[in-house]
Each structure stands twice: as C-alpha cells, then as structure tokens.
C-alpha cells in the first residue's frame, strides 16, 4: 500500500535548474532511506543520490556539487535540487524508498513512476 509520487520533471535549457520531489505515503511506519535514480535512453539505471535516516547522504560523481538531496520528513517527502543542468543529465528520474509498513516490520524497496527530465537548447 506504500506508494511513492513524484513530480517537478520538465523541460529545461542547460544551465538551467529543477527540482524534484517526492511523496511517500500510505501505511508507513519507518523509511530508512530514500533516493533518486536516473535512466537516460539507451543506458542503465544508476543512482543519482541517496539520504537515510541517519541524515548521510550520497551522490554520483557526475552530480556532485551540482545536485542537492534533501527530506522533509513530517511530509515523508525527498527532494533533489538540480542545478547547472546539463545535456547529458536527460533521463527518466526514479524515485526510490527503503520502507517498512505498519503492518509488516520488514523494510522493502518501493519506486516511483518516474519523472522526465530533459535538458536541451
């Protein structure tokens, strides 16, 4: 029942910035971290950044600097600021969540739809 939204995709010209975000919800009792993942076309999906609870972070190299994650978590909601924006950051944006429901103390993964990102002149 757990479900992650996401939004704040679109179209924009290099250099510019966006930002994602990202809403869990449902029977939540703990996320242990959450994060974003990106697929450009004709590659695999690889991890853009990720928080955990314990407020450590981490980023791909190619974004480090540029891209910024953070959480909210009286709204259960991660978010990545995207800065500098360049061609090669055009991909679908996943987000993605370590969550242990109410009812069920394991912690699973769950994923967005995913949010495109273009970034283009």
């Known amino acids: 029942q757990v479900q992650l939204v996401e939004s704040g995709g679109g179209l924009v010209q290099p250099g510019g910035s966006l930002r994602l975000s990202c809403a869990a919800s449902g029977s939540i009792s703990s996320i242990y971290a959450m994060g974003w993942y990106r697929q450009a076309p004709g590659k695999q999906r690889e991890l853009v950044a990720v928080t955990t609870n314990g407020d450590t972070t981490n980023y791909a190299d190619s974004v480090k600097g540029r891209f910024t994650i953070s959480r909210d978590n009286a709204k259960n909601t991660v978010y990545l600021q995207m800065n500098s924006l360049k061609p090669d950051d055009t991909a679908v944006y996943y987000c993605?969540?370590?969550?242990?429901?109410?009812?069920?103390?394991?912690?699973?993964?769950?994923w967005g739809q995913g949010t495109q990102v273009t970034v283009s002149s």
């Open positions: 993605n969540g370590y969550i242990a429901r109410v009812q069920y103390g394991v912690p699973n993964y769950y």
